[in-house]
Each structure stands twice: as C-alpha cells, then as structure tokens.
C-alpha cells in the first residue's frame, strides 16, 4: 500500500486538517501520480459542508488535480513515467451503458467520483487531491501539454471542462452573443473560451471591482448585475448564457435577455433552490433553461488539447495546503482572483 498524506474534513462543521491514509498499489491498468497542484473548486466547499446532503466523511477533497506519473500498471502503454497528467472530478464509470459509450461519463448512473464516493475497486470512500499522491485508472488520466503552466492548468480539471462543455455543446461560435454570470473560478475560464471560440462576451457580476479584470480576462462587455437599468439594456439579445453562479437567485433576470429560442444554461449547484422562473418568460420566446455536468474524458483531453492550441490557463491564487480554511473563507466572500491553487509541495517536507 501507498503511504500518502492529506488534509480532510471528518465532519461538516470543523475545519480540515492533516490526515495519512494508504492508497491501493498500482492495478494493470492503473497510474500512478505524484500530486504537485491541486484547484480549489467550490464544489469542495459544498460537499464538506455537506450543503448538498450527501456528504460522507471522512472526506478528503479535491479534484482539479496536476501531477507527474511515477509508476504504471503492466498493461498501460499510453502514459510514461515523469509525463505531466490530470484528474478531474471523476475515476471510474460503468464502461458500458449508452452514456459511457456515448463519451459522456458523467452521466453514467453508476460514476465513481474523485472523492466523496463509493470506491468500486479499493473499497471504502475515495480520497482526492488535497494529497501527495493518487492512483487512478488510465481511461481517466489526461494528458497535459508541457506548454501549459502546470499549476495554472491545474483548474482546467474541473472549472474548465465544465465551462467548456455547454458552449460546445450549444455550438458557440462566431456571431453569438453569450453571457457569463459571476466572476469567479468557473466564470472566468468561461469568459475565456467564450472569446476564443470567437463569441461577443458579456459578464454578468455582482462585484462592481471585477469590471476591469474581467475585461483582461476578455469580456467585451460587463453588466453589474444588480444595476436593472444596465440589464434592461441587453434585453431579447442574447444567444446562450452560461450561469455559474453558487447561490439561489432569480432567473427571470437573465431568461428575459435571451432572444427568441435562447439558452440559459446552469451550471452552478446552490444549495437551496432557485425562486421558480416565470413561465411567460419561457413561452413567449421558447426560451429554454437547461443544465449541464462537467464533461465526459474524450471531451476533457479535447478542452486540454484546445487550451495548450490557445494558450489558456486559469488565473490562479497558490496557496500551500495549510491555508486551505482560510482560502475557503475568502471563496465565499468572492476574495479570488480566480481560482485557489493547492501547491503540495507544502505537505511533502
Ligand atoms: P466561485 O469561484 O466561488 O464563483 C462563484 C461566483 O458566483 C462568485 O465569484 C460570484 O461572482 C458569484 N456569486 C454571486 N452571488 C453569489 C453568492 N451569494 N454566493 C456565491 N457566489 C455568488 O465558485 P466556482 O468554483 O466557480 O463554482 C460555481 C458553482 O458551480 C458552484 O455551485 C459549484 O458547486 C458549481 N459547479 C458545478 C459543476 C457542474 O458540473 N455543473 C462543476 C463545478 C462546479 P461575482 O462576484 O462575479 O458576482
Ligand atoms: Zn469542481
Ligand atoms: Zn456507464
């Protein structure tokens, strides 16, 4: 077994701290991975407080993860030892229903997330990477361009596959005018690719001191979303808007934006329930409100492969894993620019 080091959560209420636990020897088809950066996704921040009721401790976080292969399974022969690689949030499905077939392996009824979850092959919950080391099936590691800043790269796992996803999926392209709701770790990856798959950008936010960022980030335009005569002006405008947001609001306001046929698409996960939307919003221009999860592994390596032909990384904050408590204060306080990057560097002194 593999000794490795951690920071876990052993209940919703008390803040995390360091943890030693074993990680199972490398399996034929499994990798083995030196942790170096792990994001910080707010997604954390809900599961260890157990904001989404499906908390299982103890709970070690983390699935934005960068590192260095250190050992293969006899039967991998796509990855070498010393290359640079990524987890995101999930290691293992079924391989076999449609939706695995399809590439969509975050739809499989049977995943197995990077932690927080049942470990259908060691048994007991999986641990993520808030830790020095991780072994994980080869259908679920990615490959990473050496042109990519490795820690800067580390969010794309999870921020950047999740944002990617739905404007592929809704064909955004040149001659579309997208929104992007809230400036933070999954927005401002949002904003990026929006613009470089050639859309007119606006951002929506509620932090008036995000407008400059947000145009160096590559909005074209930014909307203080609290400002109703601002948002009255982009009304029946809008193809596609990406909504990011972690807590419940109401949706009218943007649904209204959107042209005949438009798209709001959520992919932020409040802990309580949006205030219903108007269904005369909806009707009246068949707008529709969708969702969207992460993104399958083809269509993972496919956004990692498009940010090494761009040149995109997150803008990132490095922390070591000791100030994570207090880097989840500042998240929700929106004190981030954009994204906490875990250097474990830190824990392997
Ligand atoms: P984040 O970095 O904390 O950013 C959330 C942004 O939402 C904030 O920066 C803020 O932007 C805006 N916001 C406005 N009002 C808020 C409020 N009352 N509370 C919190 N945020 C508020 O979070 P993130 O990591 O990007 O994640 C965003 C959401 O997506 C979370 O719910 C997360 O669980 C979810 N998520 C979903 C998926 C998926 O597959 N669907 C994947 C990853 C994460 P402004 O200051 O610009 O207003
Ligand atoms: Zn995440
Ligand atoms: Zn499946």
Known sequence: MLKTQGYVAHNADTPLVPFSFERREPLANDVQIEILYCGVCHSDIHQVRNEWGNASFPMVPGHEIIGKVTALGGAVTDFKIGETVGVGCLVDSCRTCPDCQDHLEQFCNAPTFTYNSEDQISGGNTYGGYSTQVVVDRHFVLHVSDKLDPAAAAPLLCAGITTYSPLKHWKIGKGHKV??????????????????MGAHVVLFTTSANKVEDAKRIGAHEVVISKDDEAMQQHRLS?????????AAH??????????RDGTLCLVGVPDHPHPSPSVGNLIFKRRQIAGSLIGGIKETQEMLDFCAEHNIVSDIETIPMQQINEAYERML????????????ASLKN
């Open 179 to 196: 929104g992007i709701v809230g400036l933070g770790g999954l927005g401002h990856m949002g904003v990026k690719f929006a613009r470089a």
């Open 238 to 246: 809008f193809d596609f808007i990406l909504n990011t947001v972690a």
């Open 250 to 259: 109401n949706l009218d306001s943007f649904t209204e934006l959107l042209k």
């Open 333 to 344: 306080k929106s004190d981030v620019k954009y994204r906490f990057v875990i250097d474990l």
